[in-house]
């Protein structure tokens, strides 16, 4: 069965503290992985994909980072306005190409 | 494109009530998904379409929950009878064909009380 975990599950961090979210997966076969912000009362939103182990991709203070068996989205100096929940997703080969989520990791920062 | 619409943002309602839930996907989309979040299960799939048709409702909880897209640029999940236990916030998403990244919208917050 396809897993995804996500670790902590709960994060805060004071302002400028850099630090990583983990994503761990167990799947037959990735097609790719996803990473999303959810602000309180809205919609998960999209920040990046990554498809290959050794991939990485950047957004302002973002950066995510793909391993055979994880992902990390790491944040460098983090403001306030990055508080939210962070949710990876897990694509596999071989089905429907119908992401599974993890239950995400809340960081809060606090100024 | 204004996104991903949902309404109504908020539904409070009695156990026993039917409830609507209604989406409009973004144009040109090929893909529409329902999801429930609550705290203790995060964000389930609960039902998928492509060009209108249903592929996998495998993730609906039970009969009294129905979706449907009688067309390109709406949906529908209908739940009867609610109850209690049907309270979280459902969202709504749309992707394009051969495109990974799924837009939702802000969700509606069902309370079942």
């Known amino acids: 069965e396809d897993q995804v975990t996500q670790s902590p599950e709960a994060l805060r961090l004071q302002e400028g503290e850099s630090s990583s979210l983990n994503c761990s997966y167990t799947?037959?076969?990735?097609?790719?992985l996803f990473w999303y912000r959810q602000d309180p009362g809205k919609g998960p939103e999209f920040l990046f994909t990554l498809y290959s182990a050794g991939e990485e991709k950047e957004k302002e203070r973002l950066k995510a980072t793909l391993t055979k068996k994880e992902s990390f989205l790491h944040i460098t100096a983090p403001k306030p306005e990055d508080s939210a929940t962070y949710l990876c997703?897990?694509?596999?080969?071989?089905?429907?190409?119908?992401?599974?989520f993890g239950r995400g990791t809340s960081l809060i920062v606090h100024p | 494109d204004a996104g991903v619409i949902q309404s109504p943002r908020h539904e409070v309602t009695e156990m026993g009530q039917e409830v609507t839930l209604r989406c409009k996907p973004i144009s040109g989309h090929d893909y529409l998904f329902w999801y429930r979040q609550t705290m203790m299960r995060g964000l389930e799939l609960l039902i998928y379409?492509?060009?209108?048709?249903?592929?996998?409702d495998s993730g609906m909880p039970e009969d009294r929950f129905s979706a449907k897209m009688p067309n390109a640029s709406f949906s529908t999940l209908k739940i009867q009878p609610s109850e209690p236990r049907d309270s979280a916030v459902y969202f709504c998403?749309?992707?394009?064909?051969?495109?990974?990244?799924?837009?939702f919208g802000p969700g509606t917050r069902l309370t079942v009380t």
């Open positions: 799947v037959s076969g990735l097609r790719g």
């Open positions: 379409f492509n060009n209108n048709v249903p592929i996998d």
């Open positions: 998403a749309s992707r394009q064909e051969h495109v990974s990244e799924q837009y």
């Open positions: 997703a897990v694509q596999v080969t071989g089905g429907s190409y119908i992401p599974t």
